[in-house]
């Protein structure tokens, strides 16, 4: 997708700065953005102590998220089966299927579905103390 993200797909290697890394050991850098999947730029953090939240959802097929907004900067990664996520107000939609990670819509509203397959995803939000990680839309 264009943008401003690094996504390896594929396994590209990330090598490590350190000098005395174990070759046997791989990493990979899965994603790396300044925006959202919908090209809208991350501006800022919230204000506070920095709070780090993890969340593991299991997303039934033929299931739909409620539509929500975030406060915070989060990337989601599926780990098994396939997630649409689909912006209210634009209609825009990516498919984004295991192995692949995309970077959460702030302060818009968006929500997931599935179709055929099932989705477990796992979220990484980078909040602060006392502010929630998601607000169900009206």
Request: overall charge negative; proline content about 8%.
């Amino acid at each position: 997708y264009e943008g401003d993200h690094t996504v390896s797909r594929s396994g590209e290697p990330h090598t490590p700065h350190d000098a005395d890394h174990d070759p046997a050991v791989e990493t990979f850098l899965v994603m790396q953005t300044t925006q959202s999947w919908n090209d809208v730029p991350y501006t800022h953090y919230p204000a506070g102590t920095p709070q780090l939240a993890v969340m593991r959802f299991h997303i039934p097929p033929h299931s739909y998220l409620p539509w929500h907004t975030h406060d915070v900067p989060n990337v989601a990664y599926v780990l098994e089966g396939v997630l649409t996520v689909e912006d209210r107000e634009t209609g825009l939609t990516r498919v984004v299927r295991a192995g692949e990670a995309f970077g959460e819509s702030v302060d818009s509203v968006h929500r997931g579905y599935t179709e055929d397959l099932a989705a477990e995803v796992i979220a990484i939000y980078a909040g602060a103390e006392g502010v929630p990680l998601s607000r169900t839309a009206d």
